[in-house]
């Protein structure tokens, strides 16, 4: 069976810390891995990846995986009140599309 | 352009009754999902289908049906609604001809009492 781990399951910070949000995975078949944000409502794309190594940037956010180890993090430098939010990882497999999600990590950015 | 809509936004539903949420896409994504999310449990994925006029079951399918009779459709039906079917309900979907993301429409908040 799949699985998808996420860690811290919640964080709270000050605006301007730098957070490294973790994600671990047990899947067969790797193909890639996704991270969402996750406000009020629908989750939103942040990045996908499938290659190690090879960070995926935007802004002030960042993602980089590792296929040996079987993990991916997700940088968030600079944080603002408006990085709130769940962060979900999630993972394909094999030939099919679907994603399974890990339980989601909740971040508080205080002014 | 839309991308994913779902209805209702929200729906209050006597245990018992039958229930069908509509999802919706016009980005004619050959893959559409129905997921679940409940607090401390994440989303998990009750069907899928990769195609029209075929479905799959996901991780927890007891107690509702799908079927996809075009591209653009998803409905979900909950046949005869019981509490534990409380949750916010999210439609997605993807185009699986290439290694792309899924993409959420607005979810549905259903309550069974």
């Known amino acids: 069976e799949d699985k998808v781990v996420q860690s811290p399951l919640s964080l709270v910070v000050h605006e301007g810390d730098t957070v490294t949000l973790n994600c671990s995975y047990e899947?067969?078949?790797?193909?890639?891995l996704l991270w969402y944000k996750q406000e009020k409502k629908a989750p939103t794309f942040l990045f996908m990846l499938?290659?190690?190594?090879i960070e995926k940037k935007s802004g002030r956010l960042s993602s980089i995986l590792d296929k040996k180890e079987l993990f991916s993090i997700l940088n968030i430098t600079a944080t603002q009140t408006g990085d709130s939010a769940i962060y979900l990882c999630?993972?394909?497999?094999?030939?099919?599309?679907?994603?399974?999600f890990g339980k989601g990590i909740t971040l508080s950015v205080r002014p | 352009i839309a991308g994913i809509t779902q209805a209702p936004t929200s729906q209050i539903l006597a245990a018992g009754r039958r229930m069908t949420l509509r999802c919706t896409q016009d980005?004619?994504?050959?893959?559409m999902y129905w997921y679940r999310q409940d607090l401390g449990l994440g989303l998990r994925l009750i069907h899928y289908?990769?195609?029209?006029?075929?479905?799959g079951k996901g991780e927890v399918p007891d107690g509702y049906s799908v079927s996809r009779a075009n591209t653009d459709d998803f409905p979900l039906t909950l046949a005869s609604a019981v509490p534990s079917q409380t949750s916010v309900y999210f439609c997605?979907?993807?185009?699986?001809?290439?290694?792309?993301?899924?993409?959420f429409g607005p979810g549905t908040r259903l309550t069974v009492l």
């Open positions: 980005m004619r994504h050959n893959a």
């Open positions: 289908s990769n195609t029209a006029g075929t479905t």
């Open positions: 499938t290659s190690s190594g």
């Open positions: 999630a993972v394909t497999a094999g030939a099919n599309s679907k994603l399974t």
């Open positions: 899947v067969t078949n790797f193909r890639s």
């Open positions: 997605a979907s993807s185009d699986t001809d290439r290694v792309t993301e899924q993409f």
